[in-house]
């Protein structure tokens, strides 16, 4: 039995058309939605920013940003100045604030820095700039510095808060395609939280970083001095992708922390 | 049901109890190892597969008689691959918080083997309608088993249910955990979640014996 949908030629045509309908309707629906997804995405930042310094709409367990609606004019209010630095070794090179970064790269701001784009800068040997956003509330300094890493599937990031001493006061993270139910839950308040209060340098000007750390026989996170918080069972290399982060990215920022000091 | 035949009905019944896509065919499984941790996961992802599988089986059945068999199983991946890039666009552009939970699901969905399996199985053959209760049907059996396993893992892992601390608080040692119980921790590891599986296929073999196939 032989049916016209069998013979070569068909098949041949049938394909092609299909490639070029599916191929073009993708190709359109992408471009005309990008405008919509990228300014999602913009909006997206500054809630993170936000979210990482306190400003949120947490209640009691979860986590919420402030609303789309408002995020600008939040984060407008909120953060006083965003710093672009590059550094090499341990001495700060180049400090630019806002107006002066904006100048120089088509009115681009600060805090749309691409921290992936930066990282393979830095690897391919070129400077990486460092943003870090400046924010006031409630009379106290806090410094949000972004970061970015690997888990076990694919990419993770994040805010760390820091005050003047780099004692964390808030973190967001937040991954591309880990685990849901395991490493999906870095983005958890519970996770998240553990992280307040956490010293990332000794007393003596040491970096050390936070370790995501199984058994640190400290559960309730009372020792705020142990550079460790607790890791979620079943997700050991998302959170040793979260520690490597923590570590990587924010010691560059350790100059600029000391020379806050002097 | 009112509505539908006992024939068309019975699209919907069957992949629920004697025909599950996951206990019966086992189909579908590495999903159902992979999200299982815990319910909303679980939740989310049958409500995911009942979208794309409905809608993916009415397209096939409509394309059904010009696709070239020699390339069918292509057609099939391009269908479900296109149908699933486009919610996940949309959801981006017009639900960001939505498809900010959907992403880690999307490329499970392209490769959950239930929706090419009912593709090749069922809409090849069958017109849009029935296609549509069949697909709807499969992807509830689907989501049933998923639930089932889901429930229990992230309960006796966890001590929640959807995010609730239903057996008290671990570290407070309330609750059950004030006279001794502890979450297993094995409980979160896909193996547990084939164990559970396993049991499901079990209690459903022991009740309809008519289920097991002669050694």
Not at chain 1, 22 to 46: D, H, T
Not at chain 2, 10 to 27: A, C, Y
Not at chain 2, 65 to 71: A, D, E, G, T
Request: charged share 20%; hydrophobic share 45%; net charge neutral.
């Amino acid at each position: 039995m032989s049916k016209k949908t069998d013979s070569n030629s068909y098949t041949m045509i049938f394909a092609v058309v299909m490639v070029l309908i599916v191929g073009s309707l993708l190709a359109f629906l992408a471009s005309s939605l990008k405008p919509n997804i990228k300014e999602n995405e913009r909006i997206e930042k500054q809630q993170n920013i936000l979210y990482a310094m306190g400003v949120n709409e947490n209640d009691e367990s979860s986590a919420t940003f402030v609303d789309t609606s408002v995020a600008g004019e939040e984060f407008s209010k909120f953060i006083t100045e965003q710093l672009v630095l590059e550094v090499e070794g341990n001495k700060i090179t180049k400090q630019q604030t806002r107006t002066e970064y904006m100048e120089d790269n088509n009115k681009q701001e600060p805090y749309l820095i691409d921290v992936k784009k930066q990282q393979a800068n830095a690897k391919a040997g070129k400077v990486r700039k460092l943003p870090l956003f400046v924010g006031e509330k409630d009379g106290k300094t806090f410094y949000v510095a972004p970061i970015r890493g690997k888990g076990l599937w694919d990419a993770i990031w994040g805010y760390v808060a820091m005050n003047e001493n780099m004692i964390i006061q808030g973190a967001y993270f937040d991954h591309k395609g880990e685990t849901p139910g395991l490493g999906a839950n870095i983005k958890q308040r519970y996770f998240m939280d553990d992280f307040i209060g956490e010293h990332l340098m000794t007393d003596s000007g040491e970096f050390k970083g936070i370790t995501v750390a199984k058994g640190n026989n400290d559960p309730k996170n009372d020792d705020k001095t142990d550079y460790e918080v607790d890791a979620i069972a079943g997700a050991t290399i998302t959170g040793d992708g979260v520690s490597a982060m923590i570590k990587k990215d924010l010691s560059l920022y350790v100059p600029y922390f000391k020379n806050l000091k002097k | 049901m009112g509505i539908l035949s006992k024939k068309d009905a019975g699209l919907i019944k069957d992949p629920l109890f004697d025909n599950n896509p996951i206990t019966i065919q086992v189909l579908g499984i590495c999903s159902a190892l992979a999200i299982t941790a815990e319910l909303k996961a679980s939740i989310v992802m049958a409500v995911s597969v009942m979208f794309v599988l409905g809608l993916g089986n009415v397209v096939i059945s409509l394309m059904r008689n010009i696709i070239p068999s020699k390339i069918r199983i292509i057609v099939q991946l391009i269908v479900v691959a296109t149908l699933v890039i486009i919610v996940d666009l949309v959801l981006k552009a017009f639900a960001y918080e939505l498809s900010k939970t959907l992403s880690v699901f999307v490329g499970l969905i392209i490769t959950n083997c239930i929706i090419m399996g009912r593709f090749e199985a069922f809409a090849l053959g069958n017109g849009p309608w029935r296609s549509f209760l069949d697909g709807i049907g499969n992807a509830l059996g689907y989501g049933v088993i998923l639930v089932i396993v889901g429930f229990f893992r992230e309960l006796l892992g966890s001590g929640t249910l959807l995010g609730f601390k239903v057996l008290g608080d671990p570290i407070e040692k309330t609750g059950l955990y004030a006279i001794g119980y502890e979450n297993n921790g094995f409980m979160l590891l896909s193996p547990m979640a084939l164990i559970v599986v396993g049991i499901i296929i079990w209690i459903q073999r022991t009740k309809n014996t008519t289920l097991i196939e002669e050694a």
